[in-house]
């Protein structure tokens, strides 16, 4: 069974940094694409990007809303995903869900969720 | 970027009746690449459907999935009460953005 556990959202100011992770059981983990989505309260759903497995290079992509301020990178020793999101806004107050993914490259529905951690940006 | 349109935006129905919403794009769909997912409040999303028809495991088979190109449909053939949820169409047909829908609620009366 496919387990997703993402940990260390919280509360930080406009303009600074925090890391989320991912912590995945159940899966191969090098080879599999880790996605990241987000919802700010009472909205929808937005994806914020992903990082293919090994086979790909590990490479990532990212939403325009995102790009140059998020970072999604991996440890397969330790089946953890990480967003690393700097220069924060207001805007990026969500919960942040962790998923996995089907289809292929680039082509990627969200297959299993974690339950989310909220980052909320304020000062 | 496609923009996918869901509608209604809310859908009162009672148990045993059956639920049509619609997910309509801004441009067609590649290969019919269209998901649906049920999000029941305080909870994460659940996929439902895959490739606009494919149910996903464990997923019950009064839901069921259809349409083609840009106009797609999600149909739950009879409501029972924990159908209450909001219901999301995504597109993964289009790169390089995935995008969803902005949500169906539906609420068991």
């Known amino acids: 069974e496919v387990q997703l556990v993402e940990s260390g959202g919280g509360l930080v100011q406009p303009g600074r940094s925090l890391r989320v992770s991912c912590t995945a059981s159940?899966?191969?983990?090098?080879?599999?694409?880790m996605n990241w989505v987000r919802q700010a309260p009472g909205k929808g759903l937005e994806w914020v990007g992903f990082i293919r497995g090994e086979a790909y290079g590990d490479t990532s992509e990212y939403a325009a809303s995102v790009e140059g301020r998020f970072t999604i990178s991996k440890d397969d020793s330790k089946t953890i995903a990480y967003l690393q999101m700097n220069s924060l806004k207001i805007e990026d107050t969500a919960i942040y869900y962790c998923t996995t993914v089907g289809g292929h490259n680039w082509h990627y529905y969200f297959d299993s969720w974690g339950q989310g951690t909220l980052v909320t940006v304020s000062s | 970027e496609t923009v996918l349109t869901q509608s209604p935006g809310t859908l009162s129905l009672s148990p045993g009746e059956r639920a049509s919403l619609s997910c309509r794009a801004s441009q067609n769909v590649g290969n019919n690449y269209l998901a649906w997912y049920q999000q029941i409040p305080g909870q994460a999303p659940r996929l439902l459907i895959y490739a606009a028809s494919n149910r996903a495991t464990g997923v019950a088979d009064r839901f069921s999935g259809s349409g083609s190109g840009a106009d797609f449909t999600l149909t739950i053939s009879r409501l029972e009460p924990e159908d209450s949820a909001v219901y999301y169409c995504?597109?993964?047909?289009?790169?390089?953005?995935?995008?969803f829908g902005g949500g169906t609620k539906v609420q068991i009366k």
């Open positions: 995504q597109q993964y047909g289009n790169t390089p953005t995935l995008t």
């Open positions: 159940g899966i191969t983990f090098r080879y599999n694409t």
